[in-house]
């Protein structure tokens, strides 16, 4: 093999690797918004991207969190998708506007009605739930996710990530809690407790949460597309360099 070839074999192999290492990342399943306030009722979306190239995604499985029970869950119906509602019942009863309630969801289960409406590779659905009341304190509620392919792979979103270490591989969706009056209660338009939010406020929270998740796709493409340019040039020179040995031509 010339040293050419061997230049742009190398540099193929480099920006495959920059390319694989980088996207994966923002490849997970997530909760939108991304924070909300305590006490207060809400519409969370879990954004679903299928990350295999070769396999589409059939059924999504979202566990809520039974130990700071959501008294309220309703469920956006989802074209091409049938669901499932998985009830426990609760140790201490909760109180709420309409009474005592003693059984919550507990998980949902969202599946594919056909292979045609499964989401594809390269694709991502949104699953809509408004929820509430949210505990009162302020925190985090993650629901752990099992996400299923039509080539039967399970992937685990379980992991919750810790102070102070890194993301976890496998990320649970996580929702933050924030106190009523802080600056996230404006941005995200969260209700008061005790009333459903209005369409429009629920349209708010999904742009907010949307324009973000935006903006953070486009600095992380810049990223990588600053990367490969720079590789690159790095490849173009040194396929340069090379031809110009190989002709004897002087290097300054």
Known sequence: MSRTTR???VLGAALTGVIAFALPAS???TVQPKSATAGSY???SFKVPTERDDASTTKLEVQFPTDTPISSVSIEPHPGWSYEVAKTKLAQPIKSDDGSISEVIAQIT???SSADTAIKPGEFAVFNVSAGP???KAGTLAFKTLQTYSNGEVVRWIDVAQPGQNEPEHPAPVLTLT???SDNTASHGASAAGASPAAGTAALINTASNSTDNSDGTARG???AGLVVGLIGIGIGAVALLGRRRRG???S
């Open 42 to 44: 809400t519409t969370v």
């Open 222 to 224: 810049l990223g990588i």
């Open 249 to 251: 031509t002087p290097v």
């Open 179 to 181: 106190a009523a009056g």
């Open 7 to 9: 230049g742009i074999a």
């Open 27 to 29: 490849a997970h399943v």
């Open 110 to 112: 969202w599946i594919a």
């Open 134 to 136: 949210l505990p009162d």
